[in-house]
């Protein structure tokens, strides 16, 4: 079946703009995780959603980012007022449910802030 | 936090060769995953493995929870095994809401 999609594939932004990243989960999985790649690094968290709500937002690094995942499928992550230091790969995982325990990733959305 | 390190940092190895991949975790785990991420930028699941050994083709893992390292081992590697290999491990135990990761293992294979 389908995988994690994410659109778009790469976005080029200007410093100070506002950018929305999309993530598509397997359909059925209820856990759906937002992750940064730094060049270089392994991914970090950012946060996670069990359905429609923010489970865990420890990881998003200040209030410029916010994630939404409204009906429990679909998320946006949301980026305000962007800087040239949020330049990175931003990447979806979902997970069947709370029993499952393998996170399935996407293809990352490469963010550029120029 | 937990902290996962990962060993060598980079690898390069002629076609055919065998490798070893290490991940060695600083507190008890419940689980751990290993992914390739391809020179494309997808990471791949390859094993889901708190303890024990599994083997997939030319690709095996072995997890000793007890002693807190896993191993990868690829044998007969090929062109298509090049890429990042990361192992990620539950950031607090018994809960799964998020994964830390190491900084994973550069792999280049030469034809």
């Known amino acids: 079946g389908a995988g994690v999609s994410q659109t778009p594939s790469n976005k080029v932004t200007e410093k100070g703009k506002y950018v929305e990243l999309r993530c598509d989960p397997i359909?059925?999985?209820?856990?759906l995780y937002w992750y940064r790649q730094s060049l270089g690094q392994g991914p970090e968290f950012l946060i996670y959603?069990?359905?429609?709500?923010?489970?865990?937002d420890s990881g998003l690094p200040n209030d410029r980012f916010f994630a939404v995942r409204p009906e429990g499928s679909v998320s946006t992550l949301k980026i305000q007022r962007t800087e040239r230091g949020d330049s990175a790969v931003y990447l979806c995982?979902?997970?069947?449910?709370?029993?499952?325990?393998?996170?399935?990733f996407g293809p990352g959305t490469r963010l550029t802030v120029t | 936090g937990i902290q996962v390190e990962q060993s060598p940092p980079d690898l390069i190895l002629q076609e055919g060769a065998n490798s070893t991949l290490r991940c060695n975790f600083s507190?008890?785990?419940?689980?751990l995953q290993w992914f390739h991420q391809n020179p494309w930028g997808q990471l791949i699941n390859l094993f889901y493995?708190?303890?024990g050994t599994k083997q997939n083709g030319r690709l095996s893992a072995t997890t000793v929870a007890t002693e807190r390292y896993s191993l990868l081992y690829i044998s007969s590697s090929q062109t298509t095994d090049s890429g990042v290999y990361f192992c990620?491990?539950?950031?607090?135990?018994?809960?799964?809401?998020?994964?830390?990761f190491g900084k994973g293992t550069r792999l280049h294979i030469l034809p």
């Open positions: 995982a979902s997970r069947p449910g709370p029993t499952s325990t393998e996170q399935y």
């Open positions: 359909s059925g999985h209820t856990a």
């Open positions: 493995i708190p303890s």
């Open positions: 507190d008890s785990v419940n689980n």
């Open positions: 990620a491990v539950p950031g607090l135990m018994n809960r799964d809401d998020k994964i830390i």
């Open positions: 959603f069990q359905g429609t709500g923010a489970a865990d």
